[in-house]
């Protein structure tokens, strides 16, 4: 009587776990299901086209910024551009690009209406650190023309940086250019400025370039840089000019040139690869 007992517990229990495996998994499903269908819930994601929001330190902004650079095709009709032809950009094609945003201004970034006040606030930055002279005027709309571009490393896209371009108008015949900003890119996020052309009443002797250097890297929160070492005269279309090296990305560098041109009195900072 106990064996009949214990066999019939067995194939009831034998019973059970066969009818748990069946039925259990599908029963959970909809048991899970009722506490999703029919209810909104939220989920952080990174949004496509929003690679802008990746975070770059400020070495690795600069470092793309001057391949995106680099990478330009240059108008042929330039002055100079018999010696692009002859080689000095043979690497000028490669995975960086350097394109108007014609999209605009995302939301996150310095819209058109507030770049002027945003780039005469650098210019006064830049005046207080000793970097540009007192002399140089500050900018505005009816002067100056403004474009926003994308710096955008083409392989790993989140890696971009959006920067607007200040210039000097065309259509300003016969503008007096002195003690003016003549170009400047300017970061569209935080507004610093990389790079910029201005006629100032200096000379190249009355210039510190190792000065203006290191308090313009101080200003962009990037690390210290060293010389570049180099016995060609001709890296630039100007005798007056001295060379640094930052850190980039992975084992890439950035050249930053603090130079001057003679006649025309326009000291000039520039970032290139």
């Not at 259509?171 to 790079?195: F, H, M, P, T």
């Not at 001295?242 to 025309?264: L, R």
Request: hydrophobic share 35%; with cysteine.
């Amino acid at each position: 009587m106990k064996n009949t007992i214990q066999y019939l517990l067995f194939f009831i229990f034998a019973g059970l776990i066969m009818a748990l495996s069946i039925w259990g998994p599908e029963a959970l499903a909809r048991y899970k299901d009722q506490g999703i269908l029919n209810q909104p819930h939220t989920e952080e994601v990174e949004i496509a086209g929003e690679g802008y929001r990746y975070e770059l330190n400020s070495n690795e902004k600069l470092y793309i910024l001057s391949c995106c650079l680099n990478s330009q095709v240059f108008s042929e009709s330039e002055s100079n551009a018999f010696s692009y032809a002859q080689g000095s950009y043979q690497d000028l094609e490669g995975s960086y690009a350097f394109v108007v945003n014609h999209r605009g201004p995302s939301g996150k970034e310095i819209t058109d209406e507030q770049i002027y006040e945003t780039c005469n606030d650098g210019i006064r930055a830049l005046k207080e650190l000793g970097i540009l002279p007192q002399q140089v005027r500050e900018v505005g709309e009816s002067a100056y023309d403004v474009t926003l571009y994308s710096a955008i490393d083409v392989l790993e896209p989140r890696n971009n940086v959006a920067v607007w371009k200040m210039s000097l108008s065309n259509s300003q015949k016969n503008a007096d250019k002195q003690n003016r900003l003549i170009d400047a890119y300017i970061d569209a996020d935080d507004g610093k400025i990389y790079e910029f052309y201005v006629r100032t009443p200096l000379l190249w002797e009355d210039i510190d370039a190792d000065a203006i250097v290191a308090a313009w890297g101080d200003y962009m929160g990037l690390s210290t840089p060293y010389e570049y070492e180099s016995d060609n005269p001709l890296l630039e279309s100007t005798p007056y000019f001295k060379k640094y090296v930052f850190s980039g990305m992975a084992e890439g560098k950035t050249i930053v040139t603090v130079g001057f041109y003679e006649g025309i009195n326009e000291l000039f900072l520039k970032v290139s690869k």
